[in-house]
């Protein structure tokens, strides 16, 4: 008589290397677990055989389609609402930016007709910055006594150290990374 194929596999049996090879050997005897075959036997070492199969257990009562139904219609009628909700809130929003926009053009032409012309706006185009060096720098700095420092192109960024490094250290830093030294006094 074959068996079915719900056999479960009893790891604890499996302790040594020739426990784990008769496992193996087993395996083409699961599918097809006669009482008469001559391996039987191993194979019931290792399986648990029988192994009632488990009955599956639904709770109760259950919903009905019809239930499941209106529920998803709640969700789906409770989720349209809240996009509207969202809509009116950006229709107001939209509104009240507009208005304002509309308000400061409306103030410019009344400020225009009394005084002839509009009210001056900043203009960005004519701003110029005088100075020698307008750039800023990025600076880290190690200790409390800095010596020098490494920088890299034109100096924006630096790295100050507390220990000058030797001239080895310098030397590939500048010719392999391109990081040169920079003595701070």
């Known amino acids: 008589m074959t068996e079915p194929l719900n056999h479960k596999l009893d790891v604890s049996k499996i302790k040594t290397l020739k426990d784990v090879k008769n496992v193996f050997e087993c395996m083409s005897l699961y599918a097809s677990a006669s009482e008469d075959n001559e391996q039987y036997e191993l194979l019931k070492e290792y399986f648990t055989i029988p192994n009632e199969p488990q009955e599956l257990k639904l709770e109760l009562p259950r919903k009905s389609l019809e239930e499941i139904s209106q529920e998803f219609d709640e969700k789906i009628d409770k989720q349209i609402e809240d996009v509207e909700y969202k809509f009116a809130q950006l229709k107001y929003y939209q509104e009240y930016q507009f208005s304002k926009k509309i ?83």
């Open 103 to 185: 308000t400061r053009i409306i103030e410019d032409i009344e400020y225009a007709r009394k005084n002839g012309s509009f009210p001056a706006k900043l203009d960005y185009s004519k701003l110029t910055a005088t100075g020698g060096n307008i750039t800023s720098s990025f600076v880290i700095k190690e200790g409390g006594k800095e010596v020098g420092y490494y920088t890299f192109g034109s100096g924006y960024f630096r790295y100050y150290m507390d220990k000058k490094p030797n001239f080895l250290i310098r030397f590939c830093m500048d010719k392999l990374l391109g990081f040169r030294w920079v003595d701070v006094k």
